[in-house]
């Protein structure tokens, strides 16, 4: 079933997982060994350059099938995320494509992901971060002139968001020192580092 | 004294300059603050490595943005980032001049000669048509009796120091008043004498110059006018101003010309006056059959028009082809590869001005990457072969140019310049953006490839790049083969079309206020068919 997922094969995972789960497996060991152990495989290829956005694509959306699948059998047998993270594109900008592969990235890697799209206020944050008990919110931003809706969006968790909720931001125009100059928790340069960046934070 | 007050003094070498600065300033904004110039095209972000500098003493620690442009041996030696320098300490430090920024040649004439189809004189005496690109500024003295150019000029747009691309100088604009006054001041400035220039060349007295037309991106004309392009910036990327509208010189602050300054309309946040007016040029409206426009720079600005319609929309290409974020890439300048050609069975290069290859520009670029896919070494995923798993078929000249190091796999297409692997991604995404803006406005249109009878290339490219390499990387579709021709800088030509002729200021009003404008960004299936287009064709197929 790893192998499916490294091929973005969506058409052969769901059954087999089906299969497998009809056969007895395990929900937490097909997450664990299959799923998760699959993307970050996936992530490693992005990140050797040898797979790129499509192929990436591919794999987490056979991934998002496989969970639909998967996450109602983890619950049953009391399986938890590995933490909730609120997820979206800043004030101002409308860039997608970026957030929604960390979203699938994070999924794949067993966290519950509330994306909230794009064009997203400080507010919007605040709240959703509130209402689903996140411990991680993550904030994207592609252009320059979006980095302040950025920055004013740290501020507000700083000023009175719900506490031990950790901030992380990437995105083109990003830099490690924007990111420690607005208070932000963390900075990834992509999304295979924002899934190690969101393990490290959450664990 | 206040200890706040005490301040670090900076010594410049070989300038005789001493800066005070309050300790904590970046070395580029004291250096700045002095009055001199350091490009910084990341506008301070500590990304384009521009702004180098050497400390000769005083260095402090080096950020860790800079740390990722500089190794290791070179920080011991004192070289930094200007804009992630914070100075404690006094220092001296050495400017680095960076290598060709000064001399750059370019192409002031348009290359197309347009269907313009004349039309009555708007004015006699002498104006000025002028084309503001983010890069580069051309002004044009034309003879308005005439309707004939007598003069060009051409210069970096001075802007440039403040951010590379149109967002970096919203951004840096926004700051504060005075940042935008003064970036809407160095542009005038630089117009200002340029004219006066082209006017005292000429033998014209200055005051003799009645009317200035502009064209640019939206950004740009905001920028002129000294309005803040904040809005452009930011969804849902709103211009301030749409319509045409004209401004007395001094107003905008010019001072050795005094002329009316006609700006021309702008369809939307990043659909400008340079797109009205390259299709005005071109005679698009007036032509019976649909014609598929596109002008490409770091913001691709693509139009479908004819068939009493017109539609558009802008694109984010990235500086791909420009030669930006590409390994070997550089500008359309002397040195650059500008065509590759297999010839039997060896790569020949036809560089600008004929000496050493030293970098790639976008049609080298493109051309180099059609001949790689069609011998084996791209795979249509867009993946380089190692020399381990290129197919057999692959032909010697492919084999031979493979190189595998700790950087990844990459083919060198001689001794200075090379193409990597990251390279092929770069172009794959600037491709796919184009492609994916071409295909939403024949769906919005409801046509298909086919329909279209002539696709204009202008902008970037120049008229060096090749059809046969877009087909082949699926830029464009396969079907409009034969169909395709560069035209270069259109923009220019529309601009002097509009100052010399009624007919024309009325077609680029028209076509302004007529055309829709489609946000690709804000549909819902934009992601999917980008990445579906992120794919190189199959060889095969483009045959």
């Given at each position: 079933m790893r192998r499916w997922v490294v091929e973005g094969d969506r058409d052969a995972l769901a059954p087999a997982i089906v299969q497998a789960l009809a056969s007895g497996a395990d929900p937490a060991a097909i997450l664990g060994e299959a799923l998760i152990a699959g993307m970050d495989e996936v992530g490693d290829l992005f990140a050797r350059n040898e797979y790129f956005l499509p192929e990436v694509l591919l794999s987490a959306r056979a991934v998002q099938a496989a969970l639909a699948v998967l996450r109602p059998r983890l619950a049953e047998t009391g399986v938890e995320p590995a933490g909730t993270v609120v997820l979206g594109t800043v004030q101002g900008d409308l860039h997608d494509i970026g957030k929604n592969l960390i979203g699938m990235m994070l999924e794949g890697a067993g966290f519950r992901v509330v994306d909230l799209g794009t064009n997203v206020t400080p507010d919007r944050f605040l709240q959703s971060a509130r209402e689903n008990g996140a411990a991680l919110v993550a904030l994207s931003a592609l252009l320059t002139t979006t980095m302040p809706a950025m920055q004013a969006t740290v501020a507000a968790f700083r000023g009175g968001g719900p506490a031990n909720v950790k901030v992380i931001v990437g995105g083109a125009p990003v830099t490690e020192a924007f990111a420690r100059s607005i208070g932000a928790d963390g900075y990834a340069p992509d999304a295979s580092a924002a899934v190690a960046l969101a393990r490290s934070l959450v664990a | 004294m206040d200890a706040r007050c005490r301040g670090v003094t900076i010594r410049l070498a070989g300038f005789d300059t001493e800066i005070e600065a309050a300790p904590g300033t970046s070395l580029l904004a004291a250096v700045r603050s002095a009055g001199m110039d350091v490009d910084a095209d990341c506008a301070g972000r500590g990304t384009c490595g521009l702004c180098l500098v050497r400390f000769l003493d005083g260095a402090p620690p080096a950020g860790r943005d800079g740390e990722a442009l500089l190794s290791a041996d070179r920080i011991a030696e004192g070289w930094r980032l200007a804009c992630q320098s914070y100075v404690s300490t006094s220092c001296t430090v050495a400017l680095a001049r960076p290598a060709d920024r000064g001399s750059m040649e370019i192409l002031a004439d348009a290359a197309a000669p347009p269907d313009h189809g004349g039309g009555r004189r708007r004015r006699r005496g002498w104006g000025a048509a002028i084309d503001i690109g983010t890069t580069t500024v051309v002004c044009y003295l034309m003879d308005l009796s005439r309707a004939r150019q007598v003069g060009v000029a051409a210069f970096a747009?001075?802007?440039?120091?403040?951010?590379?691309d149109i967002i970096s100088r919203i951004a840096h604009a926004h700051e504060g008043p005075e940042r935008l006054a003064r970036l809407q001041a160095i542009l005038v400035d630089a117009l200002d004498s340029a004219l006066a220039g082209l006017c005292s060349e000429r033998g014209i007295a200055s005051d003799q110059l009645r009317a200035l037309t502009v064209v640019g991106n939206p950004t740009m004309l905001h920028l002129l006018a000294g309005i803040?392009?904040?809005?452009?910036?930011?969804?849902?990327?709103?211009?301030v101003f749409h319509e045409s509208f004209t401004v007395a010189s001094a107003d905008l602050g010019f001072t050795r010309i005094t002329a009316e300054v006609e700006i021309l309309p702008i369809v939307a946040g990043h659909l400008g006056a340079d797109a009205v007016a390259g299709i005005v040029a071109l005679g698009l409206p007036r032509r019976p059959g649909l014609s598929l426009f596109i002008d490409l720079g770091t913001n691709g600005e693509i139009a479908l028009v004819g068939a009493g319609e017109a539609v558009g929309c802008s694109c984010a290409a990235g500086p791909a082809f420009e030669g930006g974020h590409i390994s070997s890439g550089m500008a359309a300048?002397?040195?650059?590869?500008?065509r590759v050609d297999e010839e039997d069975g060896r790569l020949r290069l036809d560089v600008i001005g004929g000496g050493a290859a030293r970098g790639l520009c976008g049609s080298g670029l493109t051309d180099i990457i059609a001949l790689l896919l069609a011998g084996g070494a791209i795979s249509p995923r867009g993946q380089m072969a190692t020399p381990g798993s290129l197919p057999a078929s692959a032909p010697p000249w492919v084999r031979d140019g493979l190189r595998c190091s700790d950087g990844g796999v990459s083919f060198a297409l001689s001794e200075a310049v090379a193409l990597s692997a990251h390279d092929v991604r770069e172009v794959q995404l600037a491709k796919a953006a184009v492609r994916t803006g071409i295909d939403v406005l024949l769906e919005e249109r409801g046509l298909l490839p086919e329909h279209v009878h002539d696709v204009f290339l202008a902008g970037a490219f120049g008229s060096s790049i090749r059809p046969d390499s877009l087909l082949a990387l699926g830029m464009l579709p396969e079907q409009l083969r034969g169909r395709i021709r560069p035209v270069g800088n259109v923009a220019g030509v529309g601009a002097k079309l509009a100052l010399a002729y009624e007919e024309r200021i009325g077609e680029a009003r028209e076509l302004a206020r007529a055309m829709r404008h489609i946000e690709l960004m804000s549909r819902s299936d934009f992601q999917d068919r980008f990445a579906a287009n992120i794919a190189f064709p199959a060889p095969e197929a483009a045959l």
């Amino acid at each position: 079933m790893r192998r499916w997922v490294v091929e973005g094969d969506r058409d052969a995972l769901a059954p087999a997982i089906v299969q497998a789960l009809a056969s007895g497996a395990d929900p937490a060991a097909i997450l664990g060994e299959a799923l998760i152990a699959g993307m970050d495989e996936v992530g490693d290829l992005f990140a050797r350059n040898e797979y790129f956005l499509p192929e990436v694509l591919l794999s987490a959306r056979a991934v998002q099938a496989a969970l639909a699948v998967l996450r109602p059998r983890l619950a049953e047998t009391g399986v938890e995320p590995a933490g909730t993270v609120v997820l979206g594109t800043v004030q101002g900008d409308l860039h997608d494509i970026g957030k929604n592969l960390i979203g699938m990235m994070l999924e794949g890697a067993g966290f519950r992901v509330v994306d909230l799209g794009t064009n997203v206020t400080p507010d919007r944050f605040l709240q959703s971060a509130r209402e689903n008990g996140a411990a991680l919110v993550a904030l994207s931003a592609l252009l320059t002139t979006t980095m302040p809706a950025m920055q004013a969006t740290v501020a507000a968790f700083r000023g009175g968001g719900p506490a031990n909720v950790k901030v992380i931001v990437g995105g083109a125009p990003v830099t490690e020192a924007f990111a420690r100059s607005i208070g932000a928790d963390g900075y990834a340069p992509d999304a295979s580092a924002a899934v190690a960046l969101a393990r490290s934070l959450v664990a | 004294m206040d200890a706040r007050c005490r301040g670090v003094t900076i010594r410049l070498a070989g300038f005789d300059t001493e800066i005070e600065a309050a300790p904590g300033t970046s070395l580029l904004a004291a250096v700045r603050s002095a009055g001199m110039d350091v490009d910084a095209d990341c506008a301070g972000r500590g990304t384009c490595g521009l702004c180098l500098v050497r400390f000769l003493d005083g260095a402090p620690p080096a950020g860790r943005d800079g740390e990722a442009l500089l190794s290791a041996d070179r920080i011991a030696e004192g070289w930094r980032l200007a804009c992630q320098s914070y100075v404690s300490t006094s220092c001296t430090v050495a400017l680095a001049r960076p290598a060709d920024r000064g001399s750059m040649e370019i192409l002031a004439d348009a290359a197309a000669p347009p269907d313009h189809g004349g039309g009555r004189r708007r004015r006699r005496g002498w104006g000025a048509a002028i084309d503001i690109g983010t890069t580069t500024v051309v002004c044009y003295l034309m003879d308005l009796s005439r309707a004939r150019q007598v003069g060009v000029a051409a210069f970096a747009n001075p802007q440039r120091r403040f951010g590379q691309d149109i967002i970096s100088r919203i951004a840096h604009a926004h700051e504060g008043p005075e940042r935008l006054a003064r970036l809407q001041a160095i542009l005038v400035d630089a117009l200002d004498s340029a004219l006066a220039g082209l006017c005292s060349e000429r033998g014209i007295a200055s005051d003799q110059l009645r009317a200035l037309t502009v064209v640019g991106n939206p950004t740009m004309l905001h920028l002129l006018a000294g309005i803040d392009p904040w809005p452009l910036g930011v969804a849902p990327f709103e211009p301030v101003f749409h319509e045409s509208f004209t401004v007395a010189s001094a107003d905008l602050g010019f001072t050795r010309i005094t002329a009316e300054v006609e700006i021309l309309p702008i369809v939307a946040g990043h659909l400008g006056a340079d797109a009205v007016a390259g299709i005005v040029a071109l005679g698009l409206p007036r032509r019976p059959g649909l014609s598929l426009f596109i002008d490409l720079g770091t913001n691709g600005e693509i139009a479908l028009v004819g068939a009493g319609e017109a539609v558009g929309c802008s694109c984010a290409a990235g500086p791909a082809f420009e030669g930006g974020h590409i390994s070997s890439g550089m500008a359309a300048l002397p040195g650059a590869v500008r065509r590759v050609d297999e010839e039997d069975g060896r790569l020949r290069l036809d560089v600008i001005g004929g000496g050493a290859a030293r970098g790639l520009c976008g049609s080298g670029l493109t051309d180099i990457i059609a001949l790689l896919l069609a011998g084996g070494a791209i795979s249509p995923r867009g993946q380089m072969a190692t020399p381990g798993s290129l197919p057999a078929s692959a032909p010697p000249w492919v084999r031979d140019g493979l190189r595998c190091s700790d950087g990844g796999v990459s083919f060198a297409l001689s001794e200075a310049v090379a193409l990597s692997a990251h390279d092929v991604r770069e172009v794959q995404l600037a491709k796919a953006a184009v492609r994916t803006g071409i295909d939403v406005l024949l769906e919005e249109r409801g046509l298909l490839p086919e329909h279209v009878h002539d696709v204009f290339l202008a902008g970037a490219f120049g008229s060096s790049i090749r059809p046969d390499s877009l087909l082949a990387l699926g830029m464009l579709p396969e079907q409009l083969r034969g169909r395709i021709r560069p035209v270069g800088n259109v923009a220019g030509v529309g601009a002097k079309l509009a100052l010399a002729y009624e007919e024309r200021i009325g077609e680029a009003r028209e076509l302004a206020r007529a055309m829709r404008h489609i946000e690709l960004m804000s549909r819902s299936d934009f992601q999917d068919r980008f990445a579906a287009n992120i794919a190189f064709p199959a060889p095969e197929a483009a045959l």
